[in-house]
């Protein structure tokens, strides 16, 4: 019903940027909020970033400064400005959307696939 489709990922070095990009499809009444959170290997998955329907934004310290996230509601897009990345920052990074589906009422949570972050040298 509905899908989000991540690209931006991949490998870049210490200091570089790299912007990732979500967008929602299928049968999508409303969205709420945006967001992306991370998993890097043997640890749990961990906010970086979320964007409410109106546009306030809110950070994981160890972001703050560095990444930026926004979105497009025509496009039902969240995008995620990473700069100034560091080794530690390599991991899965996962979109994340708060959607009502047409026709119904409840708020649900999806996923998208989750593309990889590699910061090396």
């Known amino acids: 019903q509905v899908q989000l489709v991540e690209s931006g990922g991949g490998l870049v070095q210490p200091g570089g940027s790299l912007r990732l990009s979500c967008a929602a499809s299928?049968?999508?009444?409303?969205?709420?909020?945006m967001g992306w959170y991370r998993q890097a290997p043997g640890k749990q998955r961990e906010l970086v970033a979320t964007?409410?329907?109106?546009?306030?934004?809110n950070y994981a310290d160890f972001v703050k400064g560095r990444f930026t996230i926004s979105r497009d509601n025509a496009k039902s897009t969240v995008y995620l400005q990473m700069n100034s990345l560091k080794p530690e920052d390599t991991a899965v990074y996962y979109c994340?959307?708060?959607?009502?589906?047409?026709?119904?009422?409840?708020?649900?949570?999806?996923w998208g696939q989750g593309p990889q972050v590699t910061v090396s040298s």
């Open positions: 299928g049968r999508i009444g409303s969205i709420n909020a």
């Open positions: 964007i409410s329907s109106g546009g306030t934004t």
């Open positions: 994340n959307a708060n959607i009502r589906v047409t026709a119904t009422l409840r708020f649900m949570n999806y």
